[in-house]
């Protein structure tokens, strides 16, 4: 059954769009990046300020603590049964390099492209615009109709890009506030071509920060080199060594839990037309290096990755100096697939680094999370719902797809809150999202609005 | 024939101590970094400080302009043929990481231990402590005598410690000035058991920066990972491949003009018993981690290596970043031997690298110096004559050692000057030049002062 009033509710949207991309930019100019200590300040303040915004949309919403940034969790009016929990993040990625962008990170602008307007900004994106599609919905909804949708449950975390480390208590300690039928996740994005999509898998994740200690200091390699161990050297022959040629992944039992994708799948995303190569130019390069005999979507959606995301040691400013460092840094992460188990994986790496470290050196491990993979149950009447909803505003069939980023959270609310979720977005390949210059699309704003007023009329 | 005022110049070398020793604390108060161009000012004002000293000690002196940071040089009265040239540089290494210091690393300060007094501070030992030996036993010669040696030319450079580009062009510019019988450098230390030592056989070095790019931003993992290349792996594989599982270089023909040694070095550096472990054990470390079957101090001294000094990308701040990184860099250096060709060793390992680089990514190559090994021909009776010297000073026979660091100007005075070098040093191995909390124990100082006045007392 469709809301009678919903034309008024989009009406109502295209009406207030200036005002809504203003509220956007304000959101944006607060730094909340959850990683950095040097932000927590920042981080306190978005959460400050999209509560306030939640409160004026009619909500009631609060700050909670947890050990680190704290979530807001907000109710609309209660109903007679369970019903949605909305689920968004107000953190964002660190900005550097700093001197790659166009414009300051934390002042958003809107600029005029040959795809049509954007705003420009850290966070535009990923998540602070995507989440605000939902709040949006909601200030129309309650508008038109004097009250908001009842029994929502908006729940909204500021570690999402630092591994969450408090979310998972949270849902614990919270279970029967925050258990509903369903979840809406809005972190995801469209498909290549621009049509709207439902995420039905996303990639696990699991970080490990490795310490590599030698000489109980810097040796200058003429007195030394040839005798003393590098842990430099340590480093880069235990990296090197996590792929074989084929560029699949060496560790014992990696694989295990690791599926094929089922046919209907797999023609749904052969329907995607995919071009790799196409889809790699548009940063400057060309050749996909996942494993060989893959597809372009199976490397990047139902693929298991090993991948360096940060690696320090010795001298690296300006000029050369010849030292023997006393210890070298890496970051590695695995983005996951199937039923691939964290545990065993960071187990399995920790043996593989270790067996390249003398005795006379050490190790040490750091731990920065670890999720498994997500992977939706798509018989649940909602999804057809949304997927309709969401072709009415588009104008074009939506689609189910994979996703190569890790939303945590979906296996969370299954595991802990016996929900699925569906994952709907309205991010474009092209965001930027993690780089400089993240940007996100008006349309992909106002339309996601709208597609969110369309979800609410359909599900409430 | 012995110089009869030889025990005057020891006996003033003696009382003037004190006022020697705070002479130069004066020197290493100034952070003459000469790799980093923030103390560009500073090399200069050390350059301007030591020829006012040698002004001072009666020598004409001057500071004379390069491409680079000056060169000083300085005469003593002529003599009626050319004698002797003698080499130091008033430049310092880097002083990171800073926190690892004791005192700050340009406020000198003279500490009591069980080894005797020592003076702390950057340059301290390498080289401002060893060339103001030299200096010292000049000072001393003039007011005993009332003259300076005679036919003595002094040449201090101020780009040692970053590859000295401006040396060879100013040696060409000025052969006949520089070119002299003999030259006496001193940049190189005693032997193990703290006897005095001659220099004869030192490694060259060839330093290398890589930098690998790959997309032409960075990129977010969940989107990218298992698709687009990592400068990071690229470079780790590249640099894991460099040695293989007995210690040894896999560069083609790397190994060319490697020499196994004499018998009678053979016979001098076994008498020197130097134990690895021993040795290691001191920095922390027990393995050492050469060419399997080589004795400890073949592979510091005999053998080449290949060692990865610096290396960066991506994300290496507090937290996590799950980003590909555009970009990563290394800093890699080879320490020489023999007649090791750095020209066709630089263009095997450009060669060795860019196999490991996709089409899509590019490589850049950087030079920071090249210079062939410095092997001595010691059947000149001036060598035999400043072991003889020493062995008078320190009660103890001198022998002939090798160097594992790098001193290319031995090089450059045979090849662009036609003269060999005396390499004497008073250095320690415990000095941790290029380290934190470097230090020049005063008896070097002192007897390193007395040891001059020796040495020049038999060549003069």
């Known amino acids: 059954m469709t809301d009678p009033k919903l034309d008024e509710v989009l009406n109502r949207l295209d009406a207030d769009l200036p005002n809504a991309i203003d509220r956007l930019m304000a959101f944006v100019r607060i730094p909340s990046i959850s990683t950095d200590p040097a932000h927590d300040g920042d981080v306190f303040d978005a959460a400050t300020w999209l509560t306030d915004q939640l409160r004026e949309v009619g909500f009631a919403a609060e700050i909670r603590e947890t050990e680190g940034h704290p979530m807001v969790v907000a109710h609309s009016p209660e109903d007679a049964e369970k019903t949605l929990l909305f689920y968004g993040h107000y953190d964002v990625q660190p900005v550097d390099p700093l001197n790659l962008w166009d414009n300051p990170p934390f002042e958003p602008r809107i600029e005029d492209t040959p795809d049509g307007p954007i705003i420009r900004g850290r966070g535009t994106s990923d998540d602070k615009g995507q989440l605000m599609t939902f709040v949006e919905a909601c200030r129309a909804w309650k508008a038109v ?10 729940l909204f975390e500021g570690e999402e890009e630092s591994g969450s480390p408090s979310l998972v208590p949270f849902l614990e300690a919270n279970r029967d506030e925050l258990s509903q039928s369903l979840a809406l996740i809005c972190d995801t994005g469209r498909a290549a071509d621009g049509r709207p999509a439902i995420a039905t898998q996303l990639r696990g994740l699991l970080g490990e920060e490795i310490v590599v200690r030698g000489a109980d200091r810097d040796l200058h390699s003429g007195s030394f080199g040839g005798l003393a161990a590098n842990p430099i050297q340590i480093l880069c022959n235990a990296l090197s060594t996590l792929k074989d040629e084929n560029g699949r992944i060496t560790l014992p039992d990696f694989y295990d839990g690791v599926e094929d994708l089922s046919d209907d799948l797999r023609r749904d995303w052969e329907a995607l037309k995919f071009d790799a190569s196409e889809f790699l130019s548009r940063v400057g390069l060309k050749q996909p290096i996942g494993e060989k005999g893959r597809t372009g979507l199976e490397m990047v959606w139902n693929q298991p990755t090993a991948e360096i995301n940060g690696i320090s040691g010795g001298y690296t400013g300006d000029g050369f100096k010849t030292v023997l460092p006393a210890e070298a840094r890496a970051k590695v992460s695995f983005r996951l697939t199937g039923t691939q188990d964290p545990v065993k994986i960071r187990a399995a790496f920790r043996d593989h680094v270790a067996r390249f470290v003398p005795t006379d050196c050490t190790v040490e491990f750091h731990e920065h999370g670890g999720s498994p993979a997500a992977v939706m149950d798509t018989s ?27 939303i945590p959270i979906a296996g969370d609310f299954k595991r802990i809150l016996g929900m699925d979720t569906i994952l709907v977005g309205f991010a474009k390949d092209d965001d930027r999202i993690h780089s400089p210059n993240e940007k996100y699309d008006v349309e992909s704003f106002a339309k996601g609005a709208r597609s969110w007023a369309r979800i609410l009329a359909k599900l409430r």
């Open 145 to 154: 109709h004097g009250e908001l949708p009842r029994g929502l449950t908006l």
């Open 380 to 406: 649940d009447p909602a999804f057809a719902a949304a997927k309709q909803a969401l072709g009415e505003e588009w104008d074009r069939e939506a689609v189910f797809i994979g996703m190569g980023g890790s």
